[in-house]
């Protein structure tokens, strides 16, 4: 742990924290007006009200400050919901349905320690995996018509990642947002977080046209007066509209479902580098916050490549305000436990993201690694960063 040490003597123990410039050089950053120690938890965290409660109990005992709580999958719901089904991963433990609301019972536990809870959503992904859902309400069931389909009329095929709405139309966004705005309208959370809220580009090939089906290749022709014929559409500008129409999605989420609510945030997941979000996965985040209705951004700089991290974040801090931006470390990518800790340390060190719970807390998820190995390295990352969090804290 020395060289997390003297890091935190170097960097943490300032009143704006730092970050790395260009040229390598620390330099002071912008006053960070919030400390956030934030940690994602995802839905297969929690099978049970004990691991509901066990999970909040975990990230406040290490000082976490914000819970990322993972409330939508692919097209379903970790809370009782009316326009949703049961998401799947909890009915493999549990009756149909659970007898119990993790939402609530999350929200309940996070106010009762003064943490915020954020609930997760994952936008585009409508199922994940080779056999379709089960439950004929599902959307993928319900909805076909809300499918990707190419500009032959095939669809987006099932396969081992994730199937994913049409993100142009109407209707799909019309259920977005309702979805978001029951959330919003039902739980005292202190924020939305979107995941997912981009062009799938690596699930789509290279040579497809997607969408391409009549109503969406109607829909680009009337708000751009271009033509409609498949053959005759510009590649370029087409990803452009696919990208306004995105962005459309998340103002509709902040002036339809997160507004109406007072002290509400809205932040999203975003890709590592804003040129890569923006070009690749037609994630335009910096218009978001720049226009004013994405509150924060929370770059996916998952990497054991501490140069690529400083570069990456150095990258968004030099495209939107630096205290609209909380970095996301993924822990996951670390086999030195000390990484996780000198990562935030480098970065923003009143200001991060852990991904994620199942990382550096023993957990219900079926993937984790129980040897003593995996459980040892867990817990090593657990004391760096509670080291870390409570020198940050002093300085607070």
């Given at each position: 742990m020395s060289v997390v040490r003297i890091l935190i003597a170097l960097c943490v123990l300032t009143v704006s924290g730092c970050v790395l410039t260009g040229q390598g050089r620390l330099d002071d950053s912008p006053q960070i007006t919030a400390t956030e120690h934030g940690l994602w938890i995802t839905r297969w965290d929690y099978q049970s009200p004990a691991d509901v409660r066990k999970a909040i109990a975990d990230a406040a005992a290490i000082g976490m400050t914000d819970i990322y709580w993972q409330v939508r999958g692919q097209g379903d719901a970790y809370y009782p919901s009316k326009l949703e089904p049961w998401g799947v991963e909890?009915?493999?433990?549990?009756?149909?349905?659970?007898?119990?609301?993790p939402l609530e019972i999350a929200v309940r536990e996070c106010k009762a320690r003064k943490m915020k809870i954020h609930a997760w959503v994952n936008v585009m992904p409508m199922w994940k995996g080779k056999d379709a859902p089960r439950d004929r309400s599902h959307m993928f069931n319900a909805h076909p018509e809300w499918r990707l389909r190419d500009q032959d009329g095939n669809m987006q095929p099932l396969h081992d990642g994730y199937v994913v709405v049409n993100p142009v139309l109407d209707a799909v966004h019309d259920h977005i947002v309702g979805v978001i705005r029951e959330i919003v309208d039902n739980y005292d959370i202190d924020g939305v977080h979107l995941d997912y809220i981009r062009y799938l580009a690596d699930e789509i090939g290279a040579d497809q046209l997607m969408p391409g089906d009549p109503?969406?290749?109607?829909?680009?022709?009337?708000?751009?007066?271009?033509?409609?014929?498949?053959?005759?559409?510009?590649?370029?500008?087409?990803?452009?509209?696919?990208?306004?129409?995105?962005?459309?999605?998340?103002?509709?989420?902040?002036?339809?479902?997160?507004?109406?609510?007072?002290g509400v945030r809205l932040s999203a997941a975003v890709w590592r580098r804003p040129e890569i979000a923006n070009d690749r996965y037609l994630q335009n985040a910096v218009k978001w916050v720049d226009d004013g209705y994405m509150d924060a951004v929370m770059p996916m700089i998952y990497t054991d490549k501490n140069e690529q991290y400083q570069s990456d974040l150095a990258a968004w801090h030099g495209a939107v305000?630096?205290?609209?931006?909380?970095?996301?470390?993924?822990?996951y990518k670390h086999t030195n436990p000390a990484q996780t800790s000198y990562q935030v340390a480098i970065g923003d060190p009143k200001r991060f993201a852990i991904f994620a719970y199942s990382t550096i807390f023993e957990s219900p998820n079926p993937e984790q690694k129980k040897d003593a190995a995996s459980v040892l390295e867990r817990k090593h990352k657990r004391e760096a960063l509670t080291d870390l969090i409570k020198r940050v804290g002093v300085a607070g």
């Open positions: 909890l009915l493999k433990y549990n009756p149909n349905p659970p007898g119990f609301d109503i969406s290749r109607a829909l680009y022709a009337k708000q751009t007066k271009a033509s409609s014929r498949s053959a005759q559409i510009d590649r370029t500008k087409y990803r452009r509209w696919i990208s306004s129409r995105i962005d459309h999605l998340v103002e509709r989420i902040d002036s339809e479902s997160i507004r109406s609510k007072r305000q630096q205290n609209k931006v909380i970095p996301g470390i993924g822990a």
